[in-house]
């Protein structure tokens, strides 16, 4: 099973809570399932570039003229989005590890995001019965693993939690409905006292997570032969 690893997070691990959550998912995973094969991307380490003209026409200006041609610079403007979306579609576990900035996404995760799903590099479409489209997956990511922390604690449902929101959004468009959290919410130590706690349970979490689709790995894999 391979697994692809994004990390939205600047901060060293000893600083950071969703870091440490990935630490522990990581760990569970490959003891559990040490046949996986882990591809982990730090964003920072290899930065996206924001979606600009050239790239946006040579990815969705075929979609909306199918005899359009780009140009060399515009080809050359997808670079990082083509090598990413090789990652991406050969992945079949997706994990996210990444804090909560301004009750969103960090924009290096999102400007990832507007590279990665393009048409035809990570999804199709193609006509819907009746008229329309439907969108055909080029990839075979069954399931989302979440692994965040923010300093606020949010209910399911929260208006303020644009977060979850946008991801589940984004990769619900695509076909990928299972998503999985490990959230440590509430670690801003001014404003709740059980800060620790409520980071031992995402972890317990994150452990849970990672035994999940170790499961899920051993029960796709070949029975050995004798």
């Known amino acids: 099973m391979n697994i692809l690893h994004i990390c939205a997070n600047p901060k060293p691990v000893e600083e950071s809570v969703s870091k440490q ?12 399932y040490p046949d996986a094969e882990l591809n982990n991307v730090d964003l920072y380490q290899d930065p996206p ?5 050239p790239a946006f026409r040579a990815l969705w200006m075929p979609l909306m003229n199918p005899g359009y041609a780009p140009t060399k610079a515009e080809k050359n403007a997808t670079a990082y989005a083509v090598r990413h979306a090789e990652l991406f579609n050969a992945a079949d576990v997706l994990v996210l590890t990444l804090p909560m900035w301004n009750f969103s996404v960090p924009a290096i995760l999102k400007a990832w995001i507007d590279q990665v799903i393009a048409p035809n590099l990570t999804f ?5 019965e009746g008229g329309g489209f439907s969108v055909k997956p080029l990839h075979h990511i069954r399931k989302i693993v979440l692994l965040v922390s923010s300093g606020g604690a949010y209910q399911e449902g929260d208006p303020r939690d644009a977060l979850t929101a946008e991801i589940s959004a984004v990769f619900g468009f695509i076909g990928i409905n299972d998503l999985t959290i490990a959230w440590a919410d509430g670690q ?3 404003g709740f006292q059980d800060h620790a706690e409520r980071k031992q349970t995402a972890m ?8 999940e689709v170790a499961e899920m790995a051993l029960a796709e ?6």
């Open 204 to 211: 317990e979490a994150a452990v849970e997570a990672a035994e």
């Open 49 to 53: 570039p924001f979606l600009d003209y």
């Open 188 to 190: 801003n130590a001014l």
């Open 124 to 128: 199709a479409f193609e006509p819907a």
């Open 21 to 32: 959550l990935s630490a522990e998912f990581m760990s569970e995973l490959v003891q559990k």
């Open 221 to 226: 894999a070949p029975a050995a032969t004798v």
